[in-house]
């Protein structure tokens, strides 16, 4: 009997949503494990349906240990079966499942993804750091008037995200690698703190601050939105009133007296799991309000699991572009001093032809994301080694955080970057044997499209202005036109005109023009 698959987001799958379908977001973080299932409504908005929370500790002996413990790896197998008989019984028809810090940083976290999809029947995908900052910015800012600013800090157990949007749009999005459960291992804070012992935690926290986010962030404003337990807890302490808005003196004030409370009186303010980390997480607020020269600090709603829901609606439309990722994108090749004139021509012609040929190579709308990727990218090898830039470039992109993408678009992208040249994309190839078919045809075509791009631009002249695509029942003919007053790039395809006719089962013709006067 053909086993049922997983239960998770996957490219190139149909992500449509109709209105009245219940949708549903899984959240593995450094504490606990969360679900949420709404029904969609037809303006957009959600109808709650279930939720769960399970205190499971993924991320317990992580720091230390640099993996995931045996116990609570059976505890988050156990606790994702539970929560795929939910969303079946309650007929969830697109899920999206992400783990983040503490499955980030843990090296049996292949191990562990394994074991969830095949015992529990969920694809946990494991999100970077921009990325989980991306979701929780998109949860915490929906329904916000466009235009409006906004500057958003979520303390997590082992990283914190900080975003600024514009109306509902993050803009700009950072992952400081510090987490209330992270420091609070580190520095031992659960029970008694010394003054010592507080001052290096400080300290600590606010070199890290200061090695990840700008001194000033250009027109972010001064009073700042918190999501999260912790920000939360911290806040109410901080403002005694409930209104959640803390000032910077009173969140400096709020961690001095949680130190003073002890281990004993902290227990008897928060439920035990927070009173154990709300020290250090106070500690990570106050270094980045301070860092950030911030005013207020207000808590709000929402976070991940709202995100996700948001990021599964938007999936269910043409998913084609996004900005956010484009910037992202250029802003990585600049990082390896790549030549951005011909990285730009690349994705131009790349994605040109990616639109006109839709009928021809038949790929889903996201697929395209993972092309403008791979094109912009493709020659960041040359920083390692110019001979075998195209094997550089790919670790190098499946390394990058690139908000937008998850892990597996983005080693994918890598991949298709990687056959830009030299050696086609041939099905035997070690990269490409043990991927499933859908995806084996998504990298073939993806890599065959980004060989034509490049070939337009072997003389790094940028001459082409036009690309025109006509597509015949046994052809391809492709009209190159060069810009004015250049010459018409000279294309050599060599083996990639055999490997187009064995990809897409057409003939390649490729002709270049001058533009014609008018």
């Known amino acids: 009997m053909a086993k049922k698959p997983a239960l998770g987001e996957r490219l190139g799958a149909d992500h449509t949503i109709a209105p009245g379908e219940a949708i549903g977001a899984i959240d593995v973080g450094t504490n606990a494990a969360r679900l949420k299932l709404a029904r969609v409504l037809r ?17 317990e002996g992580v720091w230390e240990t640099g993996a995931m413990l045996d116990d609570n790896v059976e505890a988050l197998v156990e606790c994702m079966s539970s929560y795929a008989s939910i969303c079946r019984r309650y007929q969830v028809g697109h899920v999206r499942a992400v783990a983040t810090s503490a499955l980030r940083e843990a090296k049996n976290r292949e191990q562990v993804l394994e074991r969830v999809r095949d015992e529990a029947g ?9 990325e989980e900052a991306r979701l929780i910015a ?3 800012l929906r329904g916000m008037p466009a235009g409006g600013r906004s500057l958003l800090i979520d303390v997590g157990g082992g990283s914190t995200e900080v975003a600024v949007a514009s109306g509902e749009e993050p803009q700009e999005l950072w992952s400081v690698p510090l987490g209330a459960v992270r420091l609070t291992s580190m520095f031992s804070t659960a029970g008694e703190v010394s003054r010592e012992r507080l001052a290096d935690l400080r300290q600590f926290a606010q070199r890290v601050v200061a090695e990840v986010l700008p001194r000033k962030v250009r027109h972010a404003p001064r009073h700042a939105l918190g999501s999260s337990g912790t920000v939360r807890a911290v806040c109410n302490l901080a403002t005694r009133v409930g209104s959640a808005r803390a000032t910077r003196d009173s969140l400096s004030a709020a961690v001095e007296e949680l130190v003073t409370l002890g281990s004993g009186g902290r227990r008897k303010r928060f439920e035990t799991q927070r009173a154990e980390v709300i020290v250090a997480g106070a500690a990570i607020l106050e270094a980045i309000v301070h860092h950030l020269d911030l005013e207020t600090l207000t808590a709000v709603d929402g976070g991940l699991k709202e995100g996700l829901l948001v990021d599964l609606v938007r999936r269910s439309r043409q998913r084609s572009s996004d900005p956010l990722l484009s910037e992202a994108v250029i802003a990585a090749g600049r990082r390896f001093s790549f030549d951005e004139a011909h990285a730009l021509h690349t994705r131009d012609v790349a994605l040109t032809l990616f639109d006109q040929l839709d009928r ?14 791979a094109a912009v990218l493709h020659d960041v090898g040359h920083v390692v080694s110019r001979s075998r830039h195209h094997k550089h470039s790919l670790y190098l992109i499946q390394n990058m955080d690139l908000p937008g993408l998850s892990d597996h678009e983005r080693d994918l992208a890598g991949i298709v970057a990687r056959f830009h040249r030299r050696s086609p994309p041939r099905p035997d190839h070690q990269l490409l044997e043990q ?22 631009d072997r003389g790094r002249q940028q001459s082409l202005g036009a690309v025109e695509a006509t597509v015949r029942p046994q052809s ?43």
């Open 122 to 130: 969920i694809e946990l995908e494991v999100v970077s750091g921009q």
């Open 435 to 456: 991927l499933p078919p859908m995806e084996l045809r998504l990298v073939r075509k993806l890599a065959t499209i980004l060989r034509i791009a490049d070939a337009t």
């Open 360 to 373: 021809v190579h038949q790929l889903p709308p996201d697929a395209r994301l993972i092309l403008e990727v």
């Open 138 to 140: 998109l949860g915490v």
């Open 476 to 518: 391809v003919h492709v009209r190159l036109l060069a810009r004015a007053r250049r010459t018409p790039p000279a294309v050599t395809l060599g083996e990639d005109a055999a490997l187009f006719r064995a990809v897409f089962g057409r003939r390649l013709m490729i002709e270049t023009a001058r533009r014609s006067r008018r």
């Open 43 to 59: 303006d957009g908005s959600f109808e709650p349906l279930h939720q769960e929370r399970d205190p499971i500790r993924p991320g």
